[in-house]
């Protein structure tokens, strides 16, 4: 089965950074695209950042655009999320997830890993 399963989050003072991994198994991980979405408490699952399953495109949410990165290593079945300058309302349960084809909406997403916390104190 599909497995998406998430690491690197933890607690960072505010103007820090944290790298997210998201490990992929169990799909044929070069041709999906992917993207992390976060949730914080009280609040909807939100879009955070898209990658294209080459690589080759990338879309971010205004509030991270210029602080956060979104890559891939294809060859190692694996996302990566960087953070950098990362501020109090970052804070969130940061989840990766993957579908074939572009898309912000959460509900579109076919497989979802179980989440890392993130952390930002101020």
């Known amino acids: 089965q599909v497995q998406l399963v998430e690491s690197g989050g933890g607690l960072v003072q505010a103007g820090g950074s944290l790298r997210l991994s998201c490990a992929a198994s169990?799909?044929?991980?070069?041709?999906?695209?992917l993207a992390w979405f976060r949730q914080a408490p009280g609040k909807e699952r939100d879009f955070v950042a898209f990658?294209?399953?080459?690589?080759?495109?990338?879309n971010y949410a205004e509030s991270v655009k210029g602080r956060f990165t979104i890559s891939r290593d294809n060859a190692k079945n694996t996302m990566y999320l960087q953070m950098n300058s990362l501020r109090p309302e970052d804070t969130a349960v940061y989840y990766c997830?993957?579908?074939?084809?572009?898309?912000?909406?959460?509900?579109?997403?076919?497989?979802w890993g179980q989440g890392t916390q993130v952390t930002v104190s101020s």
């Open positions: 990658i294209e399953y080459s690589a080759g495109f990338t």
């Open positions: 997830a993957a579908r074939a084809g572009y898309s912000r909406n959460a509900n579109e997403y076919n497989y």
């Open positions: 169990g799909l044929t991980f070069s041709t999906r695209d």
